[in-house]
């Protein structure tokens, strides 16, 4: 299963910035994860396909949020108020099954990464 993710960019913080996922089908859920330089990579959220059930990582959650368009098979990561925290290379992330979303070793498909940086 192929994911293309893209959207990062440069901004301000406080600033807004929608990342995209489209993916291929076969999968149950897609998550989005990120990694900052130094740091391992993290949980950020994840949506699954027919239930529509939502899951947030602590730190984003009330600023990020998480969408999809089935017939598009694409997912959004919508982050307003963003701050310098923030800034790392997001992933998203597909699995075959339901379990623990918030685990990345469970996540077995894998997309390329956009850079998202927030300046202060």
């Known amino acids: 299963v192929q994911l293309q993710a893209s959207g990062g960019g440069l901004v301000q913080a406080g600033d807004s910035l929608r990342l995209s996922c489209v993916a291929g089908?076969?999968?149950?859920?897609i998550g989005w994860f990120r990694q900052a330089p130094g740091k391992e990579r993290g949980f950020v959220a994840a949506?699954?396909?027919?239930?529509?059930?939502?899951y947030y990582g602590g730190p984003v959650k009330g600023r990020f949020t998480i969408d999809k368009d089935n017939a598009r098979n694409t997912v959004y990561l919508q982050m307003n108020s963003l701050k310098p925290e923030d800034t790392a290379v997001y992933y998203c992330a597909g699995r075959p099954y339901s379990g623990n979303f918030y685990r990345a070793d469970e996540y077995d498909y894998w997309g390329q990464g956009t850079l998202v940086t927030v300046s202060s």
């Open positions: 949506i699954t396909w027919r239930s529509n059930r939502s």
């Open positions: 089908e076969g999968t149950y859920a």
